[in-house]
């Protein structure tokens, strides 16, 4: 079935430090790719996304990109900040599909 | 604030014991969900609204039913509250039936123990 993996956390950074989160997926169709970010105690909030291949999503410094050759959508920022410290999850959707797929998620934390 | 309101926030229940979590949006959105969360295994969907009048179930219904009791609210019900629905249950919404463009709005979460 439509499915995403995610790297193992959790995952210590100091700060300034760059930042890839891995995330491959499985799927049937043609799924579009997202982001989550979920700081403490709190809901998800989306981060980026991407609907096709060779896309990009981007937002607050992140960035991901949707890689059909190698079902990836890793997630990298160039110099985290301790308010980057919070769990990330990738998710796929399937066209026409209401059931977003999430990974386990992976929790980063980072040190001043 | 607009976004996804979840009560409560906190719940113990024994094990036996009935409740309702409730979830009401106020973006217009025609699509609701209700997820769990456990270390681990990210967000698993329980069951799901595509439009007001209509509920499906999702990856792990057993033990839940819903309600779309309007265009506004997706209520989860414990009949029978077991120690494994100890979790924590996110709402979230969509505005469109077809979710591959757009992304979900979360509410905050119900962290429940079951003992």
């Known amino acids: 079935g439509d499915s995403v993996t995610q790297m193992e956390g959790p995952v210590t950074l100091s700060e300034e430090a760059f930042l890839t989160i891995n995330c491959t997926y499985t799927a049937t169709g043609y799924p579009s790719l997202f982001w989550y970010v979920q700081y403490p105690g709190e809901g998800l909030q989306l981060l980026l996304k991407a609907t096709k291949a060779d896309d990009k999503g981007s937002n607050k410094g992140f960035e991901a990109t949707y890689r059909k050759e190698t079902t990836s959508f890793h997630l990298e920022k160039g110099s985290v900040q301790v308010s980057d410290s919070a769990v990330y999850f990738c998710a796929l959707t399937i066209y026409n599909n209401n059931d977003m797929r999430f990974g386990a998620g992976t929790r980063l934390t980072v040190k001043p | 604030n607009a976004g996804v309101t979840q009560t409560p926030k906190f719940q113990v229940l024994k094990t036996g014991q009935s409740m309702t979590l409730q979830c009401a949006q106020d973006?217009?959105?025609?699509?609701m969900y209700w997820y769990r969360q456990d270390p681990g295994m990210g967000l698993r969907l329980i069951y799901y609204s595509a439009s007001e009048g209509t509920t499906d179930k999702g990856e792990v219904p057993n033990g839940y039913n819903v309600s779309r009791l309007n265009k506004r609210e997706f209520s989860l019900r414990l009949e029978s509250a077991a120690p494994s629905q100890t979790s924590v249950y996110f709402c979230?919404?969509?505005?469109?039936?077809?979710?591959?463009?757009?992304?979900?709005?979360f509410g905050s979460g119900t962290r429940l123990t079951v003992v």
């Open positions: 973006m217009n959105h025609n699509s």
């Open positions: 979230a919404s969509s505005g469109v039936l077809v979710t591959n463009n757009y992304g979900y709005t």
